[in-house]
């Protein structure tokens, strides 16, 4: 039966039938498609696609998230191609309608990622188990709010890239995830991923977390001491980046890791 779903950017998208045959172009929804039952409908992923471990195995990678093999995705015959505001340029986008039907997300708060869910549920005829997931996420959601509402509010900085160093800003679904974790993001009033430039005396003295990302730059034990120097009375520490950026079916894990790291920042007194 024909649909009609309007996606995150208000494009009017008409379906004459179920797509069953997806490329996916964000790694955060490749992985709800498998959550959703969908695993067997993808033809084609990006590189960064790395959940579920196997997929690779049975689905052909097109490119990254800005650099697309068009011929490739053209070979696949794709129903419908999945993208992401943030993750796909615009430029890749007006080429790949040219090819088939393409939805865009745009995701900044947890809300924005339950509308996803549920766009999904309906465009792939998946709607019973995407309310399933909804309803887990919200509950989740919902028990993490009383956990952390008498922690105190802290200052911090999340650290994303390195040479040049760059941070979350605003506007994206990482400031959101601090915000709802109380944390307070010292680099809030930047847009976006800003370039910084680290000083003794441009960063501020009253950062009392810096949260170095596992990704996109992979950091590690060794990059704490560099970052030591700039922020001597801030705690230091390696976190998930996934758990930070990854929207969609990774909210399930999300929140039990967030009240882990809560209670390890206890253990290292930092409240």
């Not at 030591?228 to 801030?234: D, E, S």
Request: with cysteine; glycine share 4%.
């Amino acid at each position: 039966m024909p649909k009609q779903i309007v996606d995150q950017l208000q494009r009017v998208i008409n379906l004459k039938q179920r797509p069953n045959r997806i490329i996916s172009l964000v790694p955060s929804q490749t992985e709800l498609l498998c959550y959703l039952g969908l695993k067997d409908s993808i033809v084609g992923i990006t590189k960064y696609c790395v959940h579920p471990s196997d997929l690779k195995k049975s689905v052909s990678v097109v490119g990254g998230t800005k650099q697309i093999h068009l011929d490739r995705i053209v070979s696949l015959n794709p129903d419908i191609i999945l993208c992401n505001k943030e993750e796909n340029t615009k430029e890749i986008v007006q080429v790949l309608e040219g090819i088939c039907t393409v939805h865009i997300s745009a995701i900044f708060t947890i809300e924005d990622s339950l509308e996803l869910i549920s766009q999904y549920g309906k465009i792939f005829n998946k709607a019973a188990e995407a309310l399933l997931l909804i309803r887990n996420i919200q509950k989740d959601a919902n028990e993490f709010d009383n956990f952390i509402k008498n922690e105190p509010i802290l200052k911090v900085a999340y650290f994303i890239w390195k040479n040049p160093w760059m941070v979350a800003g605003n506007n994206t679904f990482i400031d959101y995830l601090l915000q709802i974790n109380k944390f307070e993001n010292e680099y809030a009033n930047k847009d976006r991923y800003p370039e910084i430039q680290l000083s003794k005396k441009s960063v501020s003295k009253d950062v009392d977390l810096v949260l170095l990302s596992s990704e996109p730059y992979p950091f590690k034990e060794i990059h704490k001491e560099e970052l030591r120097a700039y922020y001597p009375k801030a705690k230091i520490i390696l976190v998930d980046g996934e758990m930070f950026s990854w929207y969609g079916s990774r909210l399930v894990k999300a929140f039990e890791y967030f009240k882990k790291l809560h209670l390890d920042l206890q253990d290292i007194q930092i409240y």
